[in-house]
């Protein structure tokens, strides 16, 4: 896990610093370039469509995880708009929250369980 963390870490870093530049450079309008292409049925628009979907399959898990609390819902709201600056910081939480055991990471509440169907 702690190769998980690192790997995390390094992508939270560049994430902020392509954001930061991207900020300064372009401003804060992200819906236009996000939208047009799809909008234009191209490649990138392709590209942000799946993109999309990950995001939103990330935000189901996150919700999935907790149970489908009020929190977790909240959590999987989140996701998809904030993306990987969300993303990762919570992996990372994750990771400590779960004291490196991967089924408790990857379950959350479900691993307690020991049925991961349920819910």
């Not at 790997?7 to 401003?27: D, P």
């Not at 990771?95 to 379950?107: N, T």
Request: one cysteine or more; hydrophobic letters at 50%; aromatic letters at 12%.
């Amino acid at each position: 896990m702690s190769q998980l963390r690192t790997t995390l870490t390094i992508l939270l870093l560049a994430m902020v610093l392509v954001t930061l530049t991207a900020v300064t450079n372009e401003g804060f309008d992200l819906i236009s370039p996000y939208v047009g292409p799809i909008l234009a049925l191209s490649w990138q628009g392709q590209f942000n469509v799946d993109f999309a979907c990950y995001l939103v399959l990330s935000g189901i898990w996150m919700a999935w995880r907790q149970g489908f609390t009020n929190g977790g819902i909240s959590l999987g709201v989140l996701a998809p708009p904030l993306g990987m600056l969300f993303f990762a910081p919570y992996l990372i939480y994750l990771i400590g929250k779960s004291g490196g055991d991967p089924r408790r990471f990857l379950l959350g509440v479900h691993a307690e369980t020991g049925d991961a169907t349920q819910r």
